[in-house]
Structure formats: C-alpha cells, structure tokens
C-alpha cells in the first residue's frame, strides 16, 4: 500500500469525523483497537465511536492529515503524520495542531484497519495559539505556512549556501516537509508563529521565516528561522520583513521585547541586524550546536517597545532608499 493509497484512506476518515459516519468507523477500526488522545485518555473501539464520532458536545468543521514518514512490517505499517483540527467543543471553535502515530494493519481481504492512535501533544487542546496574520509590504508579502507550500519552498531551499549558518539544513523534499511539520507543530503548541515570503509582484516564494521563542506572559518573542532565496540577499527583502514583522509585534500583538540571536561568526547577518537598530546585548557561549556538529557561540540583539517609534522612522527611510 503506498503513501498515496494511505493518504486517501485518511481524508476518508476525515470526512466521516466530520459527517459523523459510524458505519465507516465500525468498519475501519479493528476490534482491539486503542486511541490515546493528548490527555492520556484511551479509548477503545467503543468509547470512540460513542464519545467522539457520535458524541453531541463535539463536531469536526475540518481535519487536514499530512504523512511525514510510513515503515511497514509485513501486514503492520507505522504511519506518522502531522494533523491540523478545526472542531467546535460545546459551541466553541477550537484549531489545534499536533503530531501523531498511527498503526494500521491490512487484513486478510487487503483491507487497512485502524489499530492504534497516539497524539504528541502534552497538555489540554485548547485556543492558546496566535493567529498567523498575512503581512503585506510594497515588495513581499509573508503568509502563513502550510503543508501545502513544501514543494515550492524546497525548489528554493535546495540551494545549500542557504544553510550555512543554521541550525538546521534541509537536503531532501522530505527533510522539507518535516521542517514545516515541525514548524507548524510549534505553532499549534503556541510557541512560533510561521511564514512563507512571497516577492510581491510575481507571487514567487522565496523563504521563510517567523517569530519563535514565544512568551506572551511576559510580552517576548524571537524573530529567526529565516532564509530567502539567494537571488534575493541583499535586497530590500529582509529589511522589509522585519520591519513587517515588527510592525505587527509592537504594534498589533504589544510586545515589550523581540530579540534575535545569530552565529558568532556571521559577520553579515550582525551587520544587518545592527542596520536595523537592534542593540547587541553580548555573547551566549557555546550556545547551540548547528547541524554539522559546530558548537557556536551565539551573539544575542534586542529591540524593545520604547525604541520602536524611532526605529521604525529609521528602517522607512532604509526601504525608501532600497525601492528607489
């Protein structure tokens, strides 16, 4: 059974969440089934189909499945996938996004039967995350992420001098789209809010970035994450996309602190940020360790709410020069 067929089997599944099918579910879940939701709460064949599939409290607006590995043993294959629900608990609207594992098994007659469930999630399933706004400048244009952009945002990350001072690399198609499952994860834990960049005229994807490290408790988040296209380094693009970013984070969600942290030894990206107006507050030493092993030093920026008004006045007449 290939990736393909069991990705069709899990839209259907989808579907009779929604439509609340019992038929379908009394089919597709074997009789030893188990599911175990975020809370540690199991359920069994039954109880699934009672207190989630038929119950009155709960109702599926919508669920988006996308499988970022399968391993087969003869008639068991492991499927892990990244799940985004929308569904109204007791008239209220909830989207939450999580990890899972399933297990499913193919019977005698070549049927795939639904045997085990287990969301990564930790803690109650509730509203905490952050809307992911569409910022919209003169020459980009950051929209939120989706599952949906992992092609498009690979053709440009396939380009290895992209990932020379990251954290991470992505050398494969599949690499991509668990980084966007891992990013989306983070959002859905309330921790990240992430964007695709699109150059404003053509409509091309040509990075990404977000905000991360979030703490509203205490008013703070990170920008990072952030890659663009070659082609468009030393451009207005990122001095566009920060200031987008933030524009929408002192202005919209009241933040009193954005830092951004980069490697000790990336002399041009500490000159960009220092362009901006970000003030350099000192080295973490053997900070992070980057995806080929090197232990970095980190050198750490921060610009704080009071400084905003001046510095936005500044990073406009930055741009102003740029688009001319």
Known sequence: MTNEEIYSVLNKRSDALIRKDIDFFR??????????????????????????????????????????????????????????????????????????????KINDSGVLLWLFGYTYTQGKQENKTLTIPHLIGNSVELCPLSMSYVECLWRVASDETIWQWTLQSVGSLNEMMEYCAEALYEYGQGNAIPFI??????????????F????MNNKHMEIGW??????????????????????????????????????????????????????????????????NGYVRDSMCYSMIREE?????????????????
Do not use: P
Request: neutral net charge; charged residues 25%; contains cysteine.
């Open 27 to 104: 089919n597709f879940l074997d009789d030893d089934f188990l599911y175990i939701n975020s809370l540690g709460t199991s359920f069994n064949k039954s109880s699934y189909c009672t207190d989630i599939v038929l119950s009155e409290k709960l109702h599926f607006v919508s669920q988006e499945c996308s499988i970022t590995s399968t391993e087969r043993t003869d008639s068991i294959i492991h499927v892990n996938s990244y799940v985004s629900d929308c569904f109204i608990w007791e008239n209220i609207e909830y989207k939450v996004q999580y990890r899972s594992n399933h297990i499913y």
């Open 197 to 210: 960049i699109k150059e404003k005229n053509t409509g091309n994807i040509i990075g990404s970035t977000r």
């Open 212 to 215: 991360g490290s979030i703490d």
């Open 226 to 291: 952030t890659w663009i296209d070659s082609q468009w380094q030393k451009t207005s693009v990122n001095t566009e996309t920060k200031y987008l970013m933030l524009s929408h984070a002192f202005e919209q969600l009241h933040i009193n602190r954005i830092s951004i942290v980069t490697d000790k030894r990336n002399l041009r990206s500490q000159k960009a940020i220092e362009r901006l107006g970000f003030v350099k507050e000192g080295i973490i030493r053997s900070h992070l360790i980057t995806h």
């Open 308 to 324: 905003w008004s001046d510095h936005k006045i500044h990073i406009e007449r930055l741009l102003s020069r740029e688009y001319a």
